[in-house]
C-alpha cells in the first residue's frame, strides 16, 4: 500500500495534512466506515481522493452535483490521476470515455481489467439502475465515498431522495463507507448513521465548523440593492455570489451591477439549461465575475477563490445560510460576506414553513431553525460565537465580525416591547408592524381612527422612540421569536409564548440601538498579497488565465489563488523551489513549473523528464551531485578510459534507493560491472555524505 503522505506531496503538491485530515485519510484507507464532518474548504475531497490512490480497486464517488464532479475529475486528472463521472447528464459516448480516457483500448470491458482508473464519481440517481451493483463490481469497487450526505436527511434543505439508496449499495458491495458532508447538525447526523450506516456508528470525526478566514456581517435591509452595490463597489474586480430569494430579482440586480460597470450575469433554475452551463462556465473560468443567482447556484461549483458573498434576502435557515456563505474563500485567503435582512424576509420564511406540507412536529422544527438564523442576524455579540455555538461548538470572539469590529449600541428594551405586546394584544392580534407603530407613536390615521384605535390604552405611549426605531424593534421581535407573522391573518403579528414572561414582567430583553450607517459594508477590504508583491500576482494571474484558455479549464485547474499568492509571496528562482510551492505536484509542475517560472524570474529553466520527477525532494540535490561526480570520472580518474555515462533513469534509481554497497548498486538497472566499477566508490561517498 502506497504511503500517502508521499503521495500527498506528489500528486497534490502539499507538504503536509491540513488540522484534522490526517487521522480521516487514515481511518478511510484502513477501510473502516467513517463519517467527517468538517467545514467547506477543510480538505473533504482529498480525504477520500488520497485513500482511492493508496488502494487497489475503484473508489466510487456519490454525489448530487454534477458541475462538481466534472470540476473534480477534470483536476484529478491534472494531476495525473486517472478519475470518470458518470452522471445523469451523461451521453453513452461520455459514459464510454469514463472507462478508456487515457487507456489503449477503448473497450469498456478492456479499460477495467487494466485497472487504471481510481474514482468513479456517479450521481446518486444512477442508483436507480439495475445495473449500478453490476458496474461497480466488475471495476472491483472496494470504497463508497458519499460526498454531501446530509443529503440523505428527508427533513433537511437539500434532499435528495435517491441517495436513500445508498445504504443498499453498501451492503450488496459489502464495502466501507466514508460519508462525508460540512453542515449537520445533532439530528441530521442521526439520519445519516441510520440511513447509510443502517444505525451502526461509524467512526465519527467532527472537526468543527469554523471558517476564521470569512469575515461574517448582517445589516437590516435599507434600500438594498444600494446597499448590494456598495458591497459589490468595495470588491471590485473580485469574484463574488449575490443570493436573492426570488428567481426576477436576481436578473435586476445582475443588471443594476452591470450597468455600475461590474461584470455580472444572473443565475435561477427556470432559465435554459444551456445558459445555466454557460453562466457556470464562465464564472469558473473568468476573473472577476458576479453571479446574482436562486440557491439553484453554487453547490456544484468548486471554485476556490470566490472572495465574497451577499445575501439580498435572508437564507431559509442556518444551515443554509453557512453552505452558501462557505462557498467563499476555500483556498483559504480572506474572504467577505454580507447578508441583508428585514421583516419581510422573516414573514416570507415563516409562512413558507406555515404553508408548507410537513407535519406538525416539523414545522416547530423548522421554525427552530429560522430562529437560530434570526438569532444570528440579531446577534448582540460576537456573531461566530453566535454561529458556531449553534453547531455545539464555543469560542472566544473572533475579531473578524462586523459586531467585533463595531459593537452593538444596546438598550434596555423590556419596556418597549412590552408595550408592543400590548398593542398587539388589544388590538385582537389583526393588524401588522405599521398600523401598531402608528399606534404607539400616536399618528392618528384615517385606518386609527376608523378602528378607534386611538382611545386604546397603548395610543401614543411610545413617542420616545421614533417610526424608525420602532421598526427595529418590531423586527427584533420577530428576531426572537416573540411574535410571529400570522397567514391566515394576511400577515398579522400574534405573540408567541415566549413573549409571555416580559409581558408579565417576569424577565427583561436587551436590544440593538439600530442605526442607519449599521447597513454601510466595510470601508476597506484585506488585501491578498502586499503592495509590493500585487503586479507579479497579477502578472501569475494572466500567465494561469492563457494556459487555462488554451486548455479549456477552469483557471484554479491550473493553479488556485492560494498557490499564486505563495508564488508571489516566496518568488523561487528554480524549479526545486517551485515544487515546494503549495499545490504544485509533480505533474503540475512539468506542465507549469517553467512557464510561471519565467514569470518570476523572466527566465526558464528546464529539466530532464527524470530529474524533474525528484524536484523539490532531497534526492533532487543527491541526483546533481552524482551527475557532477559522474561528469568528472567519463573517462576514468586519469582521463584516458573508455567513455561511460550512466543514463537519467539511472541516476535517478540511485538518488531515489541510496544503496550503501557496491552489490547493492551494481543491482540498479543501467549499472553493471563496468560502470559500478568506474563509478561505484565516487558514487557511494556522495550517498554516504548525504
Known sequence: MTDPTELLHQIFGFSGFRPGQEEIVLAVLAGRNTLAIMPTGGGKSLCFQLPALCRDGVTVVISPLIALMRDQVRALRAAGVEAGALTSANTEAETEEVFSTGLVCCDVSAAIDAGRLKLLYMAPERLASGSAVQLLRRANCNLIAVDEAHCVSQWGHDFRPDYLRIGELRRSLRVPLAAFTATADEETRAEIVARLFDGEPPETFLRGFDRPNIHLAFAAKDKPREQILRFAAARRGQSGIVYCAARARTEVLAQALREAGHSACHYHGAMDPDDRRQVEIRFQQEDGLIVVATIAFGMGIDKPDIRWVAHADLPKSIEAYYQEIGRAGRDGAPAETLTLFGPDDIRLRRAQIDEGLAPADRKAADHARLNALLGLAEAIGCRRQVLLGYFGETAQPCGNCDLCERPADLFDATEA????????????????????????????????????????????????????????????????????????????????????????????????????????????????????????????????????????????????????????????ATLDQMAGITGVGAKKLESYGAAFLSVITGATETLHPARMRLAGRAAGDLFDRLAETQLQLLRGEDGTGKYLICTHSTLRQIAERRPSTLGELSAIQGMGDQKTERFGPAFLQVLGAD
Open 417 to 572: 416591547v412590552r408595550k408592543a405586546l400590548s398593542a398587539i394584544l388589544r388590538t385582537g392580534e389583526w393588524f401588522g408592524a405599521g398600523h401598531l407603530i402608528d399606534i404607539l407613536t400616536g399618528n392618528a390615521t384615517t385606518k386609527v381612527r376608523e378602528k378607534g384605535h386611538d382611545a386604546l390604552p397603548t395610543f401614543a405611549v411610545g413617542r420616545e422612540l421614533s417610526k424608525a426605531a420602532w421598526g427595529a424593534v418590531f423586527r427584533q421581535m420577530m428576531g426572537r421569536d416573540l411574535i410571529r407573522p400570522d397567514g391566515e391573518r394576511h400577515g398579522a403579528l400574534r405573540m408567541t409564548d415566549s413573549a409571555r414572561p416580559i409581558l408579565r414582567g417576569e424577565a427583561s430583553i436587551t436590544l440593538r440601538r439600530d442605526s442607519l450607517t449599521n447597513a454601510a459594508p466595510r470601508a476597506t477590504v484585506k488585501a491578498l498579497v502586499s503592495e509590493e508583491d500585487a503586479p507579479l500576482l497579477s502578472a501569475l494571474k494572466a500567465k494561469r488565465r492563457a494556459l487555462a484558455e488554451a486548455a479549456g479549464v477552469p483557471a484554479y485547474v491550473v493553479f488556485p489563488d492560494r498557490t499564486l499568492i505563495e508564488m508571489a509571496e516566496r518568488k523561487p
